[in-house]
């Protein structure tokens, strides 16, 4: 698989202090998990390129960051353009070395709030995949988050850093770190935890698990910038019902 190296990845290329991410193993990356996660390789206008991260929610839905699906930065091939909204995405799960036995998927529809990015903190949204992969990788299960009843959970970050790629950022790799949660902001729907990621994995699940399942109950968005604190957006209530009617929305 071929992938282009990218200028505006570049703009916000940085290092990870104190780094205490694992690299997946190939012999793990096929199974669930990690085969569920994969590499999102988003293209805006003007042939600007971008590589994320999204999780599989279902058959053919990926969870992913909403600034994925609508990034209001400047577009660097044409700078007096917003990047706006992808013209196209294509999802490789399990990805490693630029390998995945599962192949390449594209996307038919994305969804993300309508008032996002005014409103920041609304940072998800999905892809619904013309293909459905998720019968061969598996797929995590969405979770409104209960802190009572999740908090006490030891949570995982799982994705594609552009900092621990090689060759230009042309190979690319899953990188998994765990931990516990700092804090949460209910009014917010935010999740700050100390568990490390970087650029590229933005759009990543905070996910644990329970009795051999995996659950996702936040999306990552962002990284503090002394790498001490990382946010994921929510799956509260709210956005768990609006992720399920844009998933209605696509059947019809």
């Known amino acids: 698989m071929e992938f282009p190296p990218s200028k505006l990845d570049k703009i916000s290329y940085r290092i990870t202090s104190n780094d205490t991410r694992s690299k997946i193993p190939p012999e793990k990356i096929s199974s669930i998990p990690y085969s569920a996660i994969g590499l999102l390789k988003v293209t805006y206008p003007h042939e600007t390129v971008s590589y994320r991260t999204g999780v599989l929610i279902g058959e053919n839905i990926v969870l992913t960051a909403g600034h994925n699906l609508y990034d209001s930065r400047s577009n660097p091939n044409s700078t007096l353009e917003l990047l706006g909204s992808p013209v196209s ?12 036995k599962f192949g390449k998927c594209t996307s038919k529809k994305i969804y993300f709030p309508k008032n996002y990015p005014n409103k920041h903190n609304e940072d998800y949204g999905i892809i619904i995949l013309n293909e459905n992969i998720g019968k061969e990788t598996g797929f995590f299960n969405l979770k409104i988050f209960n802190e009572e009843e999740d908090g006490n959970n030891i949570f995982y970050n799982c994705g594609y850093p552009l900092n621990r790629t090689t060759n230009n950022n042309t190979t690319f790799y899953q990188y998994e770190d765990k931990g ?7 009014k917010k729907g935010v999740i700050i935890s100390g568990i490390k990621s970087s650029y590229g994995q933005s759009g990543a699940g905070l996910f644990f698990m329970k009795d051999n399942k995996y659950y996702v109950i936040g999306v990552h968005v962002a990284s503090s910038f002394d790498d001490t604190l990382f946010y994921a957006t929510m799956i509260n209530k709210k956005r768990y019902e609006q992720i399920q009617n844009w998933i209605k929305d696509a059947e019809n």
């Open 180 to 186: 516990n949660l700092i804090k949460v902001e209910e």
């Open 89 to 100: 995405i294509e999802f490789y799960p399990g990805l490693t070395e630029n390998k995945s």
